[in-house]
């Protein structure tokens, strides 16, 4: 059996309020509506305030901001859905857009999201995905 220690933050993961999305099918049309000075590939923009708790965090993603949800390449969305673990997507855009928590923390905050809604061959495979490639996008 673990036993936690005083200072760790734990794993309990809340969700305080649904998520809610407006989706852009058109890649055009989600630029266009987005006064994000640094241009980037948006899917779609948080309706309202998405409120989680995760390792001992509150994290308030705030309504407006504007998403790329899952950046699966290519080559994996026969095997990882973009509808995969949106919830966790949305926070670790917010994370790294915003440098909130180190990088590595904004990983491990991903990593407790997705394992609250994806089976473990899919929390691997997305979180090792941003260990190894998200470095490019959070410097």
Do not use: C
């Not at 640094?38 to 407006?64: Q, Y």
């Amino acid at each position: 059996m673990m036993h936690r220690q005083p200072d760790d933050p734990g794993t309990a993961v809340v969700f305080h309020d649904p998520l809610r999305l407006v989706r852009y099918l058109d890649r055009d049309i989600a630029a266009d509506n987005t006064d994000d000075p640094i241009p980037r590939k948006v899917f779609a923009f948080l309706d309202a305030d998405f409120k989680v708790t995760v390792r001992g965090r509150d994290i308030v993603v705030p309504a407006g901001f504007a998403t790329d949800l899952a950046s699966i390449p290519r080559r994996l969305r026969g095997i990882v859905s973009l509808d995969r673990g949106v919830e966790a997507a949305v926070v670790h855009d917010w994370l790294y857009r915003t440098r909130l928590v180190p990088r590595k923390e904004a990983d491990l905050i991903f990593k407790a999201l997705l394992e609250e809604t994806e089976g473990w061959m899919t929390v691997q495979a997305m979180y090792w995905s941003v260990r190894v490639f998200g470095g490019f996008s959070y410097s």
